[in-house]
């Protein structure tokens, strides 16, 4: 692997097995690395936010509509769509999703078989 400019970098062994890499950027690098990181920050902080502010909103019409017009949208079949004037149109739709706790308990054998670990970046700020 080629890298360009100044590259510093120690590895942290357990049972001599890199577990940390630490990379030392160059001082010219460190200010943008770090905004980047910052940006990071923040960007995780809103969408955790905004998911919040949605769920709180969907529950807030659900409960209306439980509350004072007797429908339970939990309970609507596949298909159906909930249309209150000028605030929102809900559309039960449907969504196919593999049923691995099922699986799981009907064929174990199996399901060990098809087992594999993933490689997950999860970018954890410093700043």
Same mark, same amino acid.
């Given at each position: ?9 120690? *590895?942290?062994?357990?049972? =001599? ?10 001082? +010219? %690098? ?5 905004? #980047? #990181?910052? !940006?990071? @920050?923040?960007? =995780? *902080?809103?969408?955790? %936010? #905004? &998911? $919040?502010? !949605? ?6 019409? #659900? &409960?209306?509509? $439980? *509350? ?11 298909? %159906? ?9 809900? +559309?039960?739709? $449907?969504? $196919?999703?593999? @049923?691995?706790?099922?699986?799981? !308990? ?10 594999? @670990?993933?490689?997950?970046? &999860? ?5």
């Amino acid at each position: 692997m080629a890298y360009k400019g100044h590259l510093r970098c120690f *590895d942290l062994l357990l049972h =001599n097995r890199p577990l940390v890499k630490t990379f030392i950027p160059a001082a +010219e %690098e460190l200010e943008s690395l770090q905004k #980047a #990181a910052i !940006s990071l @920050d923040r960007a =995780n *902080d809103a969408m955790a %936010e #905004a &998911k $919040r502010a !949605s769920e709180a909103a969907k529950e807030t019409i #659900a &409960k209306w509509l $439980r *509350d004072k017009r007797e429908v339970d949208i939990d309970k609507l079949p596949i298909g %159906e769509l909930v249309h209150i004037d000028d605030v929102v149109m809900i +559309e039960i739709a $449907r969504m $196919r999703k593999f @049923d691995s706790t099922l699986f799981h !308990s009907e064929k174990p054998e199996l399901y060990q078989q098809y087992q594999r @670990d993933l490689a997950v970046k &999860k970018f954890k700020p410093l700043v």
